[in-house]
């Protein structure tokens, strides 16, 4: 979570970058990979400041790409065990779950839909520019794009839950091959052998042939209220 370490210029402090770089040495010194990414600055939160909405990109474009930059460039001379993901769960100005304007109060509208979908491939693109514009190793850095609030687009029960896979765009890259998508996945036990088979029939279908995909959260729901996440 970054917002609460920026000053008003958009700069992070310089104590809590060093306690990520503290962290990112742990994990690569114990043999792993690190992901970086910008994670609570998105979601259904009311200090949500990366919101997946064309005129929020606008507006806060400079801010984003400037952090991505500030992280881009402590790192530039990690090796591949650092990757960088774009953003965690982006949801719409609805805070929408499953696709966006889910929770739009007077129903579905294809056109601010649309603009929802173009503000979440807008801050891909921001991403993929600003990591790249620093050099060094980020100009191979294996980069990730999430899908609209991380969904897989399983489910029949209504007929947008497929557009975050749809409407989701491969970032255009100086680099060719260093781009992945993340997906999120929270099963039910009861169902799911055939959800996850349903899973990975989506992203084969959708995202593979694009570009990789990872499933960077992962949980079982015991019922459709409660997750237990591993």
């Given at each position: 979570?970054?917002?609460?370490?920026?000053?008003?210029?958009?700069?992070?402090?310089?104590?809590?970058?060093?306690r990520?770089h503290?962290?990112?040495?742990?994990?690569?010194?114990?043999?792993?990979?690190?992901?970086?990414?910008?994670?609570?600055?998105?979601?259904?939160?009311?200090?949500?400041?990366?919101?997946?909405?064309?005129?929020?990109?606008?507006?806060?474009?400079?801010?984003?790409?400037?952090?991505?930059?500030?992280?881009?460039n402590?790192?530039?001379?990690?090796?591949?065990?650092?990757?960088f993901?774009?953003?965690?769960?982006?949801?719409d100005?609805?805070?929408?779950?499953?696709?966006?304007?889910?929770?739009?109060?007077?129903?579905?509208?294809k056109?601010?839909?649309d603009?929802a979908?173009?503000?979440?491939?807008?801050?891909?693109?921001?991403?993929?520019?600003?990591?790249?514009?620093?050099?060094?190793?980020?100009?191979?850095?294996?980069?990730?794009?999430?899908?609209?609030?991380?969904?897989?687009?399983?489910g029949?029960?209504?007929?947008?839950?497929?557009?975050?896979?749809?409407?989701?765009?491969?970032?255009?890259?100086?680099?060719?091959?260093?781009?992945?998508?993340?997906?999120?996945?929270?099963?039910?036990?009861?169902?799911?052998?055939?959800?996850?088979?349903e899973?990975?029939?989506?992203?084969?279908?959708?995202?593979?042939?694009?570009?990789?995909?990872?499933?960077?959260?992962?949980?079982?729901?015991?019922?459709?209220?409660?997750?237990?996440?591993?």
């Amino acid at each position: 979570t970054w917002f609460q370490e920026m000053d008003a210029d958009g700069k992070v402090n310089e104590a809590f970058m060093k306690r990520i770089h503290e962290v990112v040495d742990y994990v690569i010194d114990a043999g792993l990979y690190c992901i970086i990414n910008v994670h609570h600055d998105t979601g259904a939160n009311d200090y949500a400041w990366v919101i997946a909405d064309y005129d929020n990109y606008e507006k806060t474009k400079a801010r984003y790409e400037n952090l991505w930059t500030q992280i881009a460039n402590e790192f530039k001379d990690y090796d591949q065990h650092l990757l960088f993901a774009a953003y965690n769960e982006m949801l719409d100005k609805y805070q929408s779950w499953c696709f966006a304007m889910f929770q739009r109060p007077d129903g579905y509208d294809k056109d601010e839909a649309d603009a929802a979908y173009q503000g979440l491939n807008n801050y891909a693109q921001s991403f993929v520019n600003a990591v790249r514009a620093t050099g060094s190793n980020n100009e191979q850095r294996n980069l990730i794009i999430n899908t609209y609030c991380s969904a897989n687009g399983i489910g029949n029960w209504n007929d947008h839950l497929t557009d975050v896979l749809t409407e989701i765009q491969m970032p255009a890259d100086v680099t060719e091959g260093h781009i992945a998508f993340e997906v999120h996945a929270y099963p039910n036990l009861a169902s799911g052998k055939n959800e996850v088979e349903e899973i990975i029939n989506k992203v084969n279908t959708y995202l593979l042939p694009m570009a990789p995909v990872i499933t960077g959260e992962w949980g079982t729901d015991l019922n459709e209220d409660i997750a237990y996440r591993i």
